[in-house]
């Protein structure tokens, strides 16, 4: 089953992220004091524990946070996925808006490694239901129509 490994979250954009116990989700925002919340497509990033381990296959010293990822994730295959898919993370709903990012300015992670994960394998998602996401949730795949299992709305 796919679960959530850690939840994390920075106070400014550009910096690692720190792993808490829980954070809060809010619809159209994303995850209530991170740096990379707003009004935007990019409310909150997810990344594979899978992915984390390709770069410690690499040498790189490198856990949960350390990518800026807010929500690392186990037994999913997040690159898998398609913009407008929705998950189902606790009681929250996403939407994801992105796949992988364009990385302007080469990150400590790529100059110690060659390369970087994040870019080509993390995801992006809006809050489109709010809700408390903590270590050990589940994560589904929902339907996107309205009425589904999830009761999303968009």
């Keep these: 089953m796919a679960s959530v490994i850690a939840v994390c979250v920075s106070k400014e954009k550009g910096e690692r992220k720190v792993p808490v116990p829980r954070v809060e989700l809010v619809v159209g925002h994303g995850i209530e004091g991170d740096a990379h919340a707003g009004d935007w497509h990019r409310q909150v990033s997810l990344l594979a524990s899978e992915s984390i381990a390709k770069m410690r296959a690499l040498g790189l010293d490198v856990s949960s946070g350390d990518f800026a990822e807010n929500i690392t994730t186990a037994g999913i295959e997040l690159i ?41 394998e993390g995801i992006f998602v809006r809050v489109l239901r709010g809700g408390t996401i903590k270590p050990g949730d589940g994560i589904t795949q929902v339907s996107t129509e309205i009425g589904s299992p999830a009761g999303g709305e968009s």
């Design 80 to 120: 898998a996925l398609r913009v407008g898919d929705w998950l189902a993370i606790a009681d929250t709903l996403l939407e994801i808006t992105q796949i992988g990012k364009e990385c302007h300015s080469r990150c400590a992670i790529y100059h110690q490694a060659g390369d970087c994960v994040m870019p080509k």
